[in-house]
């Protein structure tokens, strides 16, 4: 389709960032799962780390979909609505993860990049799909905004949790800063 035609080297550039994102979570992941688990680890995991994974993984499930040879719009405006829809559902569970954990107090950047800005990036993703049929150059734009900020807010997570483990030390009590 000539719509998208423009958009191929971006959404392979995108994609392959986040796969290859979501292989250096793995990396990291993999040295720092030698040290000590604290009490409620595993929960805030499910609340802090699990969910950039899933946010690269969108992105490029999303790139997929989008660089895929459609022969109209109609698929790939279904399957990145899905996408997006599935992505505020969630985030809603994400949200309960957040308020449930006790091992981290999150701070206001917590709730910006781990709940806010997700929630944002797939309402867009889903709104644009329903755009798409009638206006499908800004629809385009709002799926790539929303791809670029699930990949900076995966960066973002990503970067604030390996940090948040290197400067934590065995025994202390995490507060509210990382």
């Known amino acids: 389709m000539t719509a998208f035609a423009g958009w191929g080297n971006f959404f392979v550039i995108v994609g392959s960032s986040a796969g290859a ?81 006790t091992l981290y107090t999150p701070v206001l950047e917590d709730w910006l990049f781990h709940v806010l800005l997700p929630f944002v990036a797939y309402a867009t993703l889903a709104i644009s799909a329903f755009a798409a049929c009638a206006h499908l150059r800004r629809a385009l734009f709002a799926v790539a905004a929303a791809a670029l900020l699930l990949l900076f807010i995966g960066i973002h997570n990503a970067w604030d949790a390996v940090t948040y483990h290197v400067f934590f030390r065995k025994g202390e009590r995490p507060g509210g800063e990382r």
């Open 21 to 101: 994102l979501i292989g250096l979570q793995f990396v990291v992941m993999t040295l720092i799962a030698h040290r000590p688990a604290a009490p409620g680890q595993a929960q805030a995991g499910d609340a802090f780390a699990t969910p950039t994974i899933v946010h690269f993984g969108s992105v490029l499930l999303l790139a997929a979909i989008l660089c895929a040879p459609w022969q109209g719009i109609t698929p790939g405006a279904f399957l990145g609505g899905l996408l997006g829809l599935s992505g505020l559902v969630y985030q809603t569970v994400v949200t309960r993860r957040v308020r449930a954990q």
